[in-house]
């Protein structure tokens, strides 16, 4: 139902940043979670990043301390800056939508097309 459309992907030698974003087609909702979510060629899609609309934040222990999650106001953009980066983190990463259901469930409602992200060593 949402539009996700991502950007910022690119090939980066170990050690080096890149900063993705995701761009929505209209503010999801009141009560949303926009994140991140990475598949490595050859593994299964795994979670890498989140943001609710109230500013929290959730990460993956891979990535933690290296990755940080943001957003604009209204939910329309969110960005992935990814620093530190590592050959493990080479993945098509993939931008998705939420919107709240209850206590710590949420219902997807769009994902992105992906974005290839290729680290070398």
């Known amino acids: 139902q949402v539009q996700l459309v991502e950007s910022g992907g690119g090939l980066v030698q170990a050690g080096g940043s890149l900063r993705l974003s995701c761009a929505a087609s209209?503010?999801?909702?009141?009560?949303?979670?926009l994140g991140w979510y990475r598949q490595p060629p050859g593994k299964q899609r795994e979670f890498v990043a989140a943001?609710?609309?109230?500013?929290?934040?959730h990460y993956a222990d891979s990535v933690k301390g290296r990755f940080t999650i943001s957003g604009a106001s209204g939910q329309n953009t969110v960005y992935l800056q990814m620093n530190s980066l590592k050959p493990e983190d080479t993945a098509v990463y993939y931008c998705?939508?939420?919107?709240?259901?209850?206590?710590?469930?949420?219902?997807?409602?769009?994902w992105g097309q992906g974005t290839q992200v290729t680290v070398s060593s």
């Open positions: 998705k939508a939420d919107v709240y259901v209850s206590s710590g469930r949420y219902s997807t409602v769009g």
């Open positions: 209209r503010s999801i909702s009141e009560d949303n979670q």
């Open positions: 943001i609710t609309s109230g500013g929290i934040t």
